[in-house]
């Protein structure tokens, strides 16, 4: 009887601490599919996304098909994504997603949900997705808040630093004239392809501060893997001269909202106004374009204001970089004596 005693004793110590938690008590973990109709039917947590992608600043916003979004990134493949949640008893006090930008090696929240008795709980949350990338061996997280929003400095506690402050930009600019803007000493603008992609990583490095490069990505991987994600019904284009890239364009658009992207070599910056008159053309059937502009891109700003765009709101992206602990599957190739 002792030894059977004994026995349950030790199955009861090692129940998970779960059982031990009072009902009121915040616990974080993964999200389950049963969040979205717990969320929806407690009208929990708050209705808006804090966190602001470029899909859903364009795209559709409504509260429960984000949280189903949220849902699917959890539930999706390993390696590309994941979903956490704040709760206490069956009430949702806080969500968030984070996947894949363009490669692996960088992440970003997609979904930040935060209920007013929620926030305190951020950085618990943050944190159980930054494990998540990192078991998933992302090296960087993005997330992107409005400047006035409280949880930027919530994140920090997270290890989230602001590194790229930035302006949205929205117009609806005069029609531009229709063929293609051209320039005499310069190849017209062409598709971009993958052979451009090692000359669009000189004119980043060129073109972009350094603080923001060691927070983006100081190599061509860690860049092509930061940049954002355009959605199918977009294109890219490279400016040459003398084939030196020295302008690079992405357009994009989301049913009549149209995205435009540029950015240009310092020494070419009068290059602008041709790149961005040809973006125009080609969203020229959208009734509304918008551009997300980092500060520092102040020849651009200028003449987006004079083709007739206003700044709606203000933004800072915040980056968490992480140290990956490569698994060591190279072998030492033995040397072989020459005889």
């Given at each position: 009887m002792k030894s059977g005693n004994s026995s349950?004793?030790?199955?009861?110590?090692?129940?998970?601490?779960?059982?031990?938690?009072?009902?009121?008590e915040a616990v974080t973990r993964p999200l389950n599919p049963l969040d979205p109709v717990r969320c929806m039917v407690m009208d929990s947590p708050d209705r808006t996304n804090r966190a602001c992608t470029l899909a859903g600043i364009t795209g559709i916003n409504s509260y429960p098909i984000s949280i189903v979004q949220a849902t699917r990134i959890g539930m999706s493949v390993r390696g590309r994504g994941s979903s956490a949640a704040v709760s206490t008893g069956k009430r949702v006090l806080a969500l968030a997603s984070a996947r894949p930008r363009s490669g692996l090696g960088s992440w970003?929240?997609?979904?930040?949900?935060?209920?007013?008795?929620?926030?305190?709980?951020?950085p618990s949350l943050l944190n159980a997705i930054v494990r998540s990338a990192v078991e998933q061996r992302c090296q960087r997280v993005f997330l992107r808040l409005r400047r006035e929003d409280s949880l930027v400095d919530i994140a920090r506690k997270s290890g989230f630093f602001p590194k790229v402050p930035e302006t949205l930009f929205a117009g609806v600019p005069a029609a531009p004239a229709s063929g293609v803007p051209k320039s005499d000493d310069c190849d017209p603008l062409?598709?971009?392809?993958?052979?451009?992609?090692?000359?669009l990583f000189r004119l980043y490095n060129a073109a972009t501060p350094s603080e923001v490069r060691h927070a983006v990505g100081m190599t061509m991987d860690q860049w092509m893997s930061s940049r954002e994600r355009l959605n199918r019904r977009s294109a890219a284009f490279v400016l040459r001269r003398q084939d030196v890239a020295i302008g690079s364009l992405r357009t994009s658009r989301v049913f009549s909202k149209g995205w435009l992207e540029a950015s240009a070599h310092p020494d070419h910056q009068h290059r602008m106004p041709l790149m961005v008159r040809f973006g125009l053309q080609q969203l020229r059937s959208c009734r509304l374009t918008y551009c997300m502009l980092p500060d520092y891109q102040m020849d651009l700003r200028r003449y987006l204001v004079d083709s007739g765009?206003?700044?709606?709101?203000?933004?800072?992206?915040?980056?968490?970089?992480?140290?990956?602990?490569?698994?060591?599957?190279?072998?030492?190739?033995a040397a072989v004596p020459i005889i």
């Open positions: 349950r004793r030790t199955r009861e110590a090692t129940v998970p601490n779960a059982s031990l938690l009072t009902p009121n970003e929240i997609t979904h930040l949900f935060v209920s007013p008795s929620g926030e305190e709980h951020v062409k598709g971009e392809t993958p052979v451009d992609a090692h000359d765009f206003q700044d709606v709101s203000c933004y800072i992206t915040l980056v968490k970089s992480m140290t990956v602990k490569v698994a060591d599957d190279i072998r030492l190739r």
